[in-house]
């Protein structure tokens, strides 16, 4: 798959959104930059990490946001454990 300008523009921003942050919140700085909801921002950039251009365009955020994603994975998965010495 190649990027396109639209996937390109999500993972600059994603990189850098916290430099424009001053007083807007993300969700804002989203819709005025990108000009979509956050939702669809969030489920665009979750597609865009498993997609080998993204990381070939821009690795370091990727990667980070990898493994941010397995990180709450792992986090959600040890909570439903149920613990054996409590029984």
Request: net charge positive; charged share 35%.
């Amino acid at each position: 798959m190649e990027l396109t300008k639209a996937d390109r523009a999500l993972l600059d921003f994603e990189r850098s959104w916290w430099t424009l942050a001053g007083v807007a919140a993300k969700g804002e700085l989203i819709r005025a930059h990108l000009g979509m909801s956050p939702t669809r921002y969030y489920q665009r950039l979750g597609a865009l990490l498993d997609e080998p251009a993204a990381h070939q365009y821009d690795p370091l955020t990727v990667k980070r946001l990898r493994r941010q994603r397995e990180e709450r994975r792992r986090a959600r998965l040890e909570g439903r454990r149920a613990d054996p010495r409590s029984r």
